[in-house]
């Protein structure tokens, strides 16, 4: 079963008012679509992702989304919802999918479960998630008699919708001709004369629509991401021969190089086990053993994006990494938001939560005596209170 994610986010976010689509609006430091995007990257039933974007919006969504091997180049979207979803599916027509999801590029808090559920739902035919409604519900038109609509008979609907990839790329050309305008994909695929399934959303995977609505997400964030744990990592290695140190990521040239099992990078090991540390899962050495020859000369990007992971899969958020280099040469400052850059790319974090310093320790001890570089790192990360994770 190959399944594809559609994420729509081709729209303007008039309702919004932001000036900037509400896509690309940070919600707690990290824009509304990566939010909506990694849950699918990271899922493993999923296949590969499919962005649908406004085609003015090319370099901000590259510059809000990192890079994953699952991810697919964006797709330009149309003038309404329907479009961009008939769009992505013809982008990926041809590739060989079975089901596909179709999620709202603005709908932040999609958990694995959903996603779970619905990939499950999809196999028959076509599926929404819907939750009860549990305001009264009125009819404002025509009637001068208020008029109440059965609560019991009503409920809201969700995405990620789930489908066969072919039925429900026939239902849009379908809607298309005849120029239906539907919603959502679930009332596509009901126009189309298909069965459509109901299964249980979530009362959490709220979409954001208003100004307000990003106010209520960062509320519920603060609220469950508000186990706050703080870790700190320290790393030395040794001058030896070469041309140049890889400092954070950035190939930094110099007289000497830095010896080590890797590639020695004193930057990325130390806020490598400072996630690991916030985490209270190990150091650096218990998940990369140096007596494993794979990681001989390895990038320690890997280290650091493994850490990330980790947190992640926690549920968790990065709020700030902060590291000081130690060392008398060489110069760290004119590197430094290369590094920054550099580091925010791997974490999943903008640059200015990346905070690089470094400092000599006034020709004193064996880093004055230009032995070898040393760094310190700090790391904040926010986890559930209530780990809903399974590890
Ligand atoms: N969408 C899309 N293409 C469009 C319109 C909407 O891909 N032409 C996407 C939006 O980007 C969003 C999802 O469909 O992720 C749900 O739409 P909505 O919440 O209405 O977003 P916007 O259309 O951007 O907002 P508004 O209606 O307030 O302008
Ligand atoms: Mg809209």
Redesign the pocket.
């Known amino acids: 079963m190959k399944v594809l994610a559609i994420v729509?986010?081709?729209?303007?976010?008039?309702?919004?008012g932001f000036g900037l689509?509400?896509?690309y609006v940070p919600l707690s430091g990290r824009p509304l679509i990566a939010w909506?995007i990694e849950p699918f990257c990271e899922h493993a039933g999923i296949e590969a992702v499919l962005p649908?974007i406004?085609a003015d919006d090319r370099s901000l969504f590259s510059a809000a989304v990192p890079d994953h091997p699952k991810l697919l180049p964006a797709t330009i979207?149309?003038?309404?919802?329907q479009?961009?979803?008939l769009l992505g599916l013809e982008a990926a027509e041809r590739s060989g999918f079975d089901i596909v999801l179709v999620h709202?590029?603005?709908?932040p808090f999609v958990t694995p479960q959903i996603i779970d559920r619905a990939i499950d739902a999809g196999r028959s035919g076509a599926a929404v998630p819907a939750i009860p409604v549990t305001d009264s519900l009125i009819n404002t038109r025509g009637s001068e008699r208020l008029s109440t609509i059965a609560r019991e008979d009503v409920k809201a609907v969700q995405t990620p919708q789930a489908f066969l990839y072919d039925a429900l790329l026939r239902a849009h050309r379908l809607a298309a001709s005849a120029g239906v305008s539907c919603t959502d994909d679930g009332a596509v695929a009901a126009h189309a004369g298909l069965r459509v399934e109901v299964f249980e959303g979530d009362a959490g995977n709220m979409?954001?629509?208003t100004a307000n609505d990003f106010e209520t997400a960062e509320m519920r964030i603060a609220g469950t991401l508000g186990d706050v744990r703080i870790g700190n990592g320290f790393d030395v290695h040794a001058f030896g021969e070469g041309d140049h140190v890889m400092l954070c990521g950035v190939r930094v040239p110099h007289e000497r190089g830095l010896i080590g099992h890797s590639d020695a990078d004193v930057g990325l090991h130390a806020l490598t086990d400072a996630i690991l540390g916030a985490l209270a899962e190990g150091d650096i050495g218990h998940h990369f053993p140096p007596s494993d020859p794979q990681w001989r000369g390895a990038a320690s990007h890997i280290f650091l994006a493994e850490a990330v992971r980790r947190v992640k899969a926690r549920g968790g958020i990065i709020a700030n990494l902060d590291l000081t280099i130690l060392g008398e040469a060489p110069k760290v400052g004119p590197w430094r938001d290369q590094m920054r850059e550099t580091v925010g790319a791997i974490a999943g974090l903008g640059a200015d939560r990346i905070g690089i310093k470094a400092t000599t320790t006034e020709a004193l001890g064996f880093i004055g005596r230009r032995e070898g570089l040393a760094a310190q790192a700090t790391a904040t990360i926010r986890l559930p209170f209530v780990d809903r994770t399974e590890r």
Do not use: F
Request: a positive charge; aromatic letters at 0%; glycine letters at 16%.
């Open positions: 729509v986010a081709a729209g303007r976010g008039n309702r919004a689509a509400k896509q909506a649908v406004h979207g149309g003038d309404t919802r479009a961009s979803v709202d590029g603005a709908r979409k954001l629509t």
